[in-house]
């Protein structure tokens, strides 16, 4: 089984000298078991620092959810002599052992480094998720169960400047975006969205047992190029919502579903819908969508704003993503205008 | 009317004193407000707490800015009081998630603390099945103020729910609100100064009896909205509460349903079957204190049933109402029938049976998509017809009812 230090650099190198550097003693082990332990180094997925993982392959994704503007780094761990298989709905099964690894920082915090990773994972029991926020010297990471506050200051592609109290969240905050039916169950990852970097797609049937089944089929959101304005905005809710808006999520019961699959001209998707249980999230408006009129769609209002009483997502933003929200402007500004109702 | 109801409500402020021994294996784990890290202690105890174990909240008030939930099955969170001096967590200065506390596991008991200034809604529980609400204070301090959270205690997708000796003010929304949910009690609490006092919607069987429901904009809710997962609402009782003095002018943020609700409603009932209203004490709401309704607003669920239907109203007590009707062209109804209207509001819609000895003001508007204007108010006779069978009482597991003896 191949195994790269996927560090940008070290992955080209490792991928094509074949080099295969041995596991830490006991590693496999320990992922597998039910332990919690209080530093990251003790699962050995780090052994040269917080950007060289010692994994399987690192990947990135066509659509990614929006965090606070930071930069996500992903990568999978599968164990030896195991292969993830692709679903016919989509969705990637991987095999008990495999850790998923998502690291979050921004180039100018930190000198770029992540200032948390999280874990997510597959045991015997189900999928465990398990927040790390990195030390002040960067060569470990101490469990934060019950997630914690940063504060830090950044800068956005536009050039604003955001200092936010950034929220790792806590392993129960973790589960509300991960969860399907009360279970924790991987987001991110779906063959829809899925991109390998190009350097390792040549292996990619080490991994998967039926790689083929990998076809990203949804657009970039920010890339013009991938698709209509309006497929661009499907992508963005897709990745950046349904994850709860959908029957077995978190927000079940607001019948606001948002998945690729959903019917975009149904009740459902937000267009006419009135709010369930918006409270002020409402802001004053009858429609999550109102066809041609952004300003009075109170989707917009709640992702424009920073108030846990109105804004959406509930968790993982404390700043507004000013691009995300502009495009599903301008999705809803060209819709046709319906009569009122 | 039984007299029990005040006394029951009267156990808000007595400290508890039995408690329930605990399986052997079940541990305790205390945690203080003291401590600049007592947040996250908080938060953590909540996360490594297995099934059995009781959280214990010292006395003291947790200034918390982010939300706390629970994903434990049957696990106790007990503080040391609602009032001053016992557990408050305090959310004035939240920073992020839609409520204080969120639980999504099984069989929860959460008794004796208060939790006050959600920026969102107060404790939500979401599927959590036998979730039991006792002895809680949810508090916007200020009274109402729009900006207030939505509901203070919101049970939602659960199947078994009791909330017991409670008390919520300043809901932006609904102070007690269960939604989609299955076998309800709500008794022996207190809803004030919210939009909705205490609000059941789009659930099945639920016994609302002996609350209180006071200057809230509306009383008790009993609604069947269209597009949610659940929806058909059905044989609810609403029994033995007093409802009275709902004056508080509607603070709701407008598009929520509930800023439909005018100012002065006793019992609303809207697009419901099966529900019975008796033997409560329904006083001092302006508009009315009983009012059945559709649902009038344009809808595109084939499946929603927009009627009210089967509905009984018999055996209340009632006090003056109607004098200040907040329906469209109420003041002049008023005016017309002599300064107020009928105790009883019905939109003409659906069917019900009103056996209290009240006038019943109908507007004559059977069919829902006719627009409120064309309303012809005129006194209606809804005492003939045959009630249909009495709704049988809600029963809760015994290890419910057994955590709040």
Not at chain 2, 178 to 193: F, H, L, M, P, W
Request: aromatic share 6%.
């Amino acid at each position: 089984m191949k195994r790269i230090v996927a560090g940008v650099a070290a992955a080209l190198l490792c991928v094509a000298t074949g080099a295969t550097v041995p596991l830490p003693e006991g590693r496999q082990g320990l992922i597998e078991s039910d332990a919690i332990p209080q530093k990251l180094s003790a699962f050995g997925l780090f052994p040269f620092g917080p950007e060289a993982p010692l994994v399987s392959f690192g990947y990135t994704l066509r659509t990614p959810l929006f965090s606070d503007y930071t930069d996500k780094k992903r990568f999978v761990s599968i164990p030896d002599g195991k292969q993830a298989r692709v679903l016919a709905d989509g969705t990637i099964d991987f095999p008990v052992g495999t850790v998923l690894i998502k690291s979050f920082g921004w180039a100018d915090v930190n000198e770029g480094r992540p200032v948390e990773t999280r874990l997510l994972i597959h045991r015997a029991s189900g999928w465990v998720a398990l927040p790390y926020i990195w030390d002040a010297d960067g060569r470990d990471a101490t469990l934060a169960l019950g997630g914690r506050r940063v504060p830090v200051t950044f800068k956005s592609s536009d050039g604003t400047t955001h200092s936010i109290r950034y929220a790792v969240p806590n392993k129960n905050q973790c589960k509300e975006c991960h969860s399907l039916n009360g279970e924790i169950v991987p987001i991110g990852p779906k063959a829809r969205n899925f991109l390998f970097p190009a350097e390792i797609k040549r292996t990619t049937s080490i991994f998967f047992e039926n790689p083929a089944a990998l076809k990203p089929a949804i657009p970039v959101w920010d890339d013009p190029g991938s698709g209509s304005v309006e497929a661009r905005a499907r992508a963005y809710l897709d990745v950046n919502c349904a994850h709860c808006h959908n029957p077995a999520g978190s927000a079940s019961n607001s019948g606001l579903f948002l998945r690729w699959t959903d019917d975009p001209e149904g009740v459902n998707y937000g267009i006419g819908k009135r709010p369930t249980a918006a409270g002020r999230g409402s802001g004053g408006m009858d429609f999550a969508i109102q066809p041609g009129d952004p300003a009075h769609s109170f989707l917009i209002y709640r992702l424009e704003s920073t108030d846990p009483g109105i804004a959406m997502p509930e968790v993982g933003r404390s700043t507004v993503h000013k691009e995300g929200a502009a495009l599903l402007r301008q999705w809803i500004a060209q819709m046709p205008k319906q009569a009122s109702r | 009317m039984r007299v029990h109801i005040l006394q029951r409500a009267g156990l808000l402020s007595v400290a508890m004193i039995a408690i329930a021994a605990a399986p052997a294996a079940a541990k305790t784990i205390r945690v203080s407000a003291e401590g600049a890290d007592a947040n996250e202690k908080l938060q953590e105890a909540l996360i490594l707490a297995e099934p059995g174990d009781t959280v214990e909240l010292a006395p003291g008030t947790w200034k918390l800015t982010d939300g706390l939930s629970l994903d434990v099955a049957n696990v106790t969170i007990r503080g040391a009081g609602v009032a001053e001096g016992g557990s408050i967590l305090d959310f004035t200065g939240q920073q992020g998630a839609g409520e204080g506390l969120l639980v999504t596991s099984d069989d929860v008991f959460l008794t004796d603390f208060a939790v006050l200034n959600t920026k969102g809604d107060g404790i939500k529980s979401k599927g959590a099945d036998r979730i039991v609400y006792h002895k809680l204070r949810v508090e916007w301090t200020a009274g109402p103020k729009e900006t207030n959270g939505a509901y203070g205690i919101y049970p939602v997708e659960s199947t078994d729910v009791l909330v017991d000796s409670v008390i919520v003010r300043g809901a932006s929304d609904a102070g007690i609100y269960v939604g989609q949910s299955k076998n309800i009690v709500v008794r022996d609490s207190i809803a004030t100064e919210n939009v909705a006092g205490i609000e059941i919607e789009n659930s099945y069987d639920a016994d609302v009896h002996d609350n209180i429901a006071t200057k809230n904009t509306g009383g008790i809710l009993v609604f069947d909205l269209p597009s949610l997962p659940m929806q058909g609402g059905h044989n609810v009782r609403v029994f033995d509460n007093i409802v009275n003095d709902n004056s508080t002018p509607n603070f709701a943020p407008k598009g929520n349903i509930v800023a439909s609700v005018p100012t002065g409603t006793g019992v609303l009932i809207m697009a419901n079957r099966n529900v019975e209203i008796f033997d409560n004490i329904l006083a001092d709401n302006g508009t009315a204190n009983v009012m059945i309704v559709g649902y009038r607003y344009e809808h595109k669920d084939p499946n929603y049933q927009p009627l009210p239907k089967a509905i009984v109203v018999r055996g209340n007590q009632h006090g003056r109402a109607g004098y200040a009707p907040k329906f469209p062209g109420g003041d002049m109804v008023a005016a017309a029938m002599g300064g107020s209207v009928p105790p009883v509001l019905w939109d003409g819609a659906g069917d019900a049976i009103v056996l209290d000895e009240v006038g019943v003001l109908s507007l004559n508007l059977p069919d829902v998509k006719t627009p409120q204007s064309e309303a012809k108010p005129a006194p209606a006779d809804l005492s003939k017809g045959t009630p249909p069978a009495a709704l049988p009482a809600i029963k809760l597991p015994e290890s419910m009812e057994a955590k709040v003896k």
